[in-house]
């Protein structure tokens, strides 16, 4: 099956400054990459998706790269603020629609 | 739009009882629904895909005896976890995957049920 891994397992970033995730996945047949935020207690909230046809993706201070090729996918947070500290999850899934989830990144971002 | 609820959002029971954890989608038809178990401070784990008017799929590992599933319509999908034991004690969400004609890979999530068995 899909093998997604995430790094780091944790990220603390001065406010202001920007929080990479890298991710890569195993299954040459994976064709969407969500991106999701989850903060205690609560129920994942999609941030960003991308889809195997597209490079690259942007929604005001984030954005998503996708190389194929290398089977990797990464989260870009610009001018990161006290809010998007959460845990943020990569996932991958095939036309079967079943995400397999990364590990999770903790993002602390400091004030 | 796209409304995904469970219920309910916590439950505690006793070793050995049978808890049932319903999810709905309020504004749209699911086909298709899945069933994650997240343990503290770890991933999502995918345990089975639901699917309406079949029997569920179970992902390797999973005991589908244990972790009975029904999807009897096109808007609601139940986990009934059996025999329950400590160890079963996690956060279950469920989603449903987007209606046709919107992005089809998208899944809506539920706000989860925190299901601690003493």
């Known amino acids: 099956g899909e093998n997604v891994e995430q790094h780091p397992s944790t990220l603390s970033v001065q406010e202001g400054d920007s929080a990479v995730i890298k991710c890569t996945y195993s299954?040459?047949?994976?064709?969407?990459f969500p991106w999701y935020k989850q903060e205690l207690g609560k129920r994942p909230q999609l941030i960003i998706d991308?889809?195997?046809?597209?490079g690259e993706k942007k929604d005001q201070r984030i954005a998503v790269t996708l190389n194929k090729t290398a089977k990797h996918f990464s989260l870009h947070i610009t001018e990161t603020q006290p809010e998007d500290s959460a845990v943020y999850f990569c996932?991958?899934?095939?036309?079967?629609?079943?995400?397999?989830f990364g590990a999770g990144t903790t993002v602390t971002v400091r004030a | 739009g796209a409304v995904v609820s469970q219920h309910p959002s916590w439950v505690i029971c006793k070793s050995g009882t049978s808890v049932k954890i319903e999810c709905r989608s309020l504004?749209?038809?699911?086909?298709?629904m899945f069933w994650y178990r997240q343990f503290p401070k770890q991933s999502l784990m995918l345990m089975a895909t639901?699917?309406?008017?079949?029997?569920?799929?179970?992902e390797q590992g999973v005991e589908k005896d244990k972790f009975l599933i029904n999807h009897a319509s096109l808007t609601l999908s139940t986990l009934t976890v059996t025999s329950a034991h400590p160890e079963d004690s996690s956060f279950y969400i469920c989603?449903?995957?987007?209606?046709?004609?919107?992005?089809?890979?998208?899944?809506?999530f539920g706000p989860g049920t925190r299901l601690t068995v003493l």
């Open positions: 991308i889809r195997s046809n597209v």
């Open positions: 299954d040459s047949a994976s064709n969407y």
């Open positions: 989603s449903a995957r987007a209606p046709s004609g919107r992005g089809s890979n998208e899944q809506f």
């Open positions: 639901s699917n309406e008017g079949s029997k569920a799929t179970y």
């Open positions: 504004d749209f038809q699911a086909t298709t």
């Open positions: 996932a991958a899934s095939r036309n079967d629609y079943k995400l397999s």
